[in-house]
Structure formats: structure tokens, C-alpha cells
């Protein structure tokens, strides 16, 4: 039977999603913990991969497994929760067909970037501080370029796995929030490292260091090399994966579970 577990972490302590040699990872911590609960292997499969120190307020895993008998579901996601680390936590736990893909399947993907503008010793593992206000008018003109099918190239990590850097965005934008403010990108796919390559630069758009015509310049030219620096991951959230209906129990669609309208 195959699964779809919704989840969020704290990405600080971990160096990012995926399984990597020497260090601990979300995914190694979450297939540890299910294969120790299902007295079992199991391996998770996720809906993107978040870097070092990135967060997830929502991630989406697969992975099969047969539960044992008696053990109902609501269950699992009790005990689960109990043997991971108190940073990673199990959100939601439902059955879905044998061919769903957490990655594949996901028809869209939202991440968020928060800036602080007042100190706050609780928000620092979780926010950039910046002593002075950007300009958000030339943020989100400059931001505003990225709305549409384009290629990504400039704002990918050198040597990406990627087969190609075409993405299609449907919202970049800032917004106020209260005591800073919280970057928005909505997209069908992201590149490695892309949305803090995009931040880092419109930073320096609302620094004034370059302006919105000069952003849009370095966006067409294709060349990483002409991007700013990125922002610190521990200002940016993964916070929505969506999907087709049929791949989300109406019984959860209440909860506010994300899933996929269409455009």
C-alpha cells in the first residue's frame, strides 16, 4: 500500500532533505523512524529536495509499506511522531493509488522567504534581519519578470542535476507582514537553489545596489555568474505542495490540505 505523508520540519539542524553520506538529513531521519515503527524497511520518496538549514511548514513524502495488523493509521502518525526528533513532525498519513508520485504528481509548489525589519530573538533561526527597509516598489517590479514559462538558468547553482531550467511561475511577489516582510513564489518547479539566488538578487534590487531594469538583464542573459549572492537559508519555507484531487482524501480537504485548482 502506498502512503502520502504530510509533514513540516525545522531545517536548521539538518542538511537538507535528502539522504546524503556522513550527515543526518529529514529523509534519513523519516525512513529510520517509519522502518523502526513498521518493523520494516521503508524509504520515502519527497515532493523536492530542501537545502541545508531550509524549512518546511508543509512537505509532502511517499513511501509503500504494509502495516501490521490492528495498527490503524491515526495510529502510525502517533508513533511516528513520537520516535522523530521533536524538529520533524508528521502532519497528515493517507492511503493513495500505488502510482501516486509525491514528486511527480505535485502540480505546484510554494515557498516563502521572511524578512525581519524589527529585532526578534525568536524569529532568528527562521528570518533574515535587516537594519534597514528595502525598497519594495523596485522589489517587486523587478520580481514581477519572473511571472511566466522562463529559464532559470541564472538563478540556478553551478552544475545542477537538472535536465533543463524551464519553470513555470505563477506568483513572485513581497508582501508586508507584521515587523518585516515575507518574499512568495508559486511555481510548477523550482531549480537547485533557485528561489535564494532569486531573493538574494531582488535584495540587492531594494538595496539599491542594482535596478529592476539591471535584474532583468541578468534573468535573460542565462549566466550565473552576474546573479548576487543567496540569501541565508534560514529565512525560507517550503509551506505548500499541491495536487490533483483524487490524490487527496475529501474526508482531509477540510484541514486545509493543499491540492491543485488549476490555473
Known sequence: MRYFLHLAYDGTEYHGWQIQ??????????????????????????????????????????????????????TLLYRLNRALPTGIRGQVLHPVPSD??????????????????????????????????????????????LVGTHDF???????????????TCFEAAWHLEPGGLVFRIRANRFVRGMVRLVVGTLLSVGRGKMSPAEFGAIFRSLSRVHAS??????GLFLCRVEYPPELVDAALLPMGLPYFKGE
Open 100 to 145: 501516486a508520485h509525491a514528486r511527480f504528481a505535485a502540480r505546484a509548489r510554494t515557498y516563502e522567504y521572511h524578512v525581519r525589519l524589527i529585532p526578534d530573538p525568536f524569529a532568528t533561526r527562521f528570518s533574515l534581519y535587516l537594519d534597514r527597509a528595502p525598497d519594495l516598489e523596485a522589489m517587486n517590479e523587478a520580481a514581477a519578470m
Open 229 to 234: 549572492g543567496a540569501a541565508l537559508a534560514g
Open 153 to 167: 538558468t541564472s538563478f540556478s547553482k553551478v552544475k545542477g542535476a537538472e535536465k533543463h531550467y524551464n519553470c
Open 21 to 74: 553520506p556522513r550527515v543526518t538529513t529529514v529523509q534519513q531521519e523519516l525512513d529510520r523512524c517509519l522502518s523502526q515503527v513498521l518493523r520494516q524497511p521503508v524509504y520515502c520518496l519527497g515532493s523536492g529536495r530542501t537545502d541545508s538549514g531550509v524549512h518546511a511548514s508543509h512537505q509532502v513524502a511517499h513511501f509503500d509499506a504494509d502495516l501490521p495488523e490492528g495498527l490503524d493509521l491515526p
